[in-house]
């Protein structure tokens, strides 16, 4: 049984379609990438799953459950998921450390002391270990997209949601970013991915959804939708020829 | 009477100076705070009393307020405190001010913290407690200094409704002595240190709670 599965999502904003019929399913332990050019519904697609916005229709099961009937435990919900945001949204009042905390702290009713070791534990993980007394102010762009990534996998979620991770980071940091979320792909955790960084894409993604106009337009394996899908959208996206080249 | 005997006469009503004026601090940031909470948090059937409070107690002079509230309200049954009376008029016009500093506060929040905490799975109470009123007050410090400034400069209306405060003995002494300028000089000493000391103790905590990238200093 797939994690999560979508059928027919359509979401409305203000009369325009923004999503419109999207179909998905997400297995356990896989990597599923969504790419697909700016305003064609790949971050509202993310948003509808764990109910940050409402979709307008459609189907979401989420380990089974469909979680768009009435009387979802939405918070429930969202503890399942760990959602990692592009422009890192750290809790600037607090430092690395106590960003982590609070979720355990407040939602895992940990002890301030198991809270304060399983903290630590993340920030190791992401090879921070030294950083959990520094402010978000303190921390480079990488560093504070990994303390975003420590702070979601500290809540122990099912699945991670990265919302383009990468984009505002400059090449050295993405690169960071990136082998930290290969990382996480080798160790079979389940990631949905939107992006437009094609290194996600190609080396860490198990598939590849590609979205145009609310609609998916194709999937499959990255290889095959970078380098030699035929559908002229897609090639001028990825900067090919129309006839693939 | 030489300068320092004034100084020294005047002193004795520091004490109430600054009992008035903590009293009508206190008042104004807990309005300050409630009004601006339930701003931020919309609940439905209050936006048009929040609205209504905030540009009526900013539109009435204190003096007017603190004369309707400690000669008005006993014509109705209602005898007021002098020290309640400051904090009726004053410190609910200083909240009605507060509220708006608290507001800016909170609109300096980046919404996408707030995001983070709702996808995270917390409540509204504990984003509000946890994340956004730490952030806010910080935000809030060099305007509610202003506002305390601004108290501590009303303050004297408290001679009015009979309070021996620094304004009160001045104006005996003037009464008596009849050497205004040396008298009402030293009133302005000792404003300014009380003045000195309520900026001190507000930069204190503010670098007491500093942190980097919120705080300025």
């Not at chain 1, 959602?83 to 890192?88: A, D, G, S, W, Y």
């Not at chain 1, 809790?91 to 702290?105: Q, S």
């Not at chain 1, 304060?116 to 992401?126: C, I």
């Amino acid at each position: 049984m797939a994690l999560l599965t979508v059928r027919n999502l359509v979401k409305d904003f203000e009369g325009r379609r923004v999503l419109d019929g999207i179909d998905l399913d997400l297995e356990e332990g896989q990597v599923k990438v969504v790419m697909g050019p700016s305003g064609c519904g790949k971050s509202t697609l993310l948003r509808c799953l764990n109910r940050l916005i409402e979709p307008t229709a459609g189907q979401i099961r989420f380990e089974g459950e469909d979680i768009l009937r009435p009387g979802t435990d939405v918070r429930a919900l969202r503890q399942r998921i760990g959602f990692v945001f592009q422009n890192f949204a750290l809790y600037r009042h607090l430092t690395a450390l106590e960003n982590i905390k609070l979720g355990l702290r407040k939602l895992r009713h940990f002890s301030e002391a198991q809270a304060t070791e399983r903290a630590r534990a993340e920030l190791r993980r992401m090879e921070l270990e030294t950083h959990g007394d520094k402010y978000p102010a303190q921390l480079s762009g990488g560093q504070k997209q990994r303390v975003a990534i420590a702070r979601a996998l500290a809540m122990d979620p099912k699945v991670l949601f990265f919302d383009e991770p990468t984009s505002a980071l400059d090449p050295r940091m993405s690169r960071e970013v990136i082998t930290l979320i290969n990382r996480l792909f080798l160790d079979n955790v389940t990631m949905l991915c939107v992006t437009h960084d094609v290194t996600v894409a190609r080396y860490i993604s198990d598939s590849v959804l590609f979205l145009d106009q609310g609609r998916v337009r194709a999937e499959g394996d990255a290889d095959h939708l970078l380098d030699q899908h035929q559908d002229p959208h897609i090639s001028a996206f990825f900067g090919r020829g129309a006839r693939g080249v | 009477m030489n300068f320092w005997q004034i100084l020294a006469q005047l002193a004795t009503g520091v004490g109430y100076t600054l009992v008035v004026t903590l009293a009508c601090i206190a008042t104004g940031l807990v309005t300050g705070l409630a009004l601006a909470i339930l701003t931020r948090l919309r609940p439905p059937g209050l936006g048009v009393f929040l609205a209504v409070y905030s540009y009526v107690f900013r539109g009435v002079p204190v003096l007017v307020l603190l004369f309707m509230v400690f000669f008005g309200l006993p014509g109705i049954g209602l005898e007021v405190p002098p020290l309640l009376a400051m904090m009726l008029s004053l410190g609910l016009i200083a909240g009605a001010y507060l509220a708006e500093v608290f507001r800016a506060g909170f609109n300096a929040i980046d919404p996408n913290e707030l995001l983070a905490a709702e996808a995270m799975g917390l409540r509204r109470r504990e984003i509000l407690v946890a994340i956004e009123l730490p952030q806010m007050l910080r935000f809030a410090v060099p305007g509610m200094l202003n506002e305390f400034t601004t108290i501590l400069k009303y303050s004297p209306f408290a001679y009015t409704v009979g309070i021996p405060d620094v304004m009160k003995q001045a104006m005996t002494l003037a009464a008596t002595s009849l050497r205004g300028l040396e008298i009402y000089l030293a009133v302005g000493v000792i404003y300014f240190l009380v003045y000195k000391l309520l900026l001190t103790l507000m930069r204190a905590v503010e670098r007491r709670f500093a942190v980097p990238g919120i705080s300025r200093l």
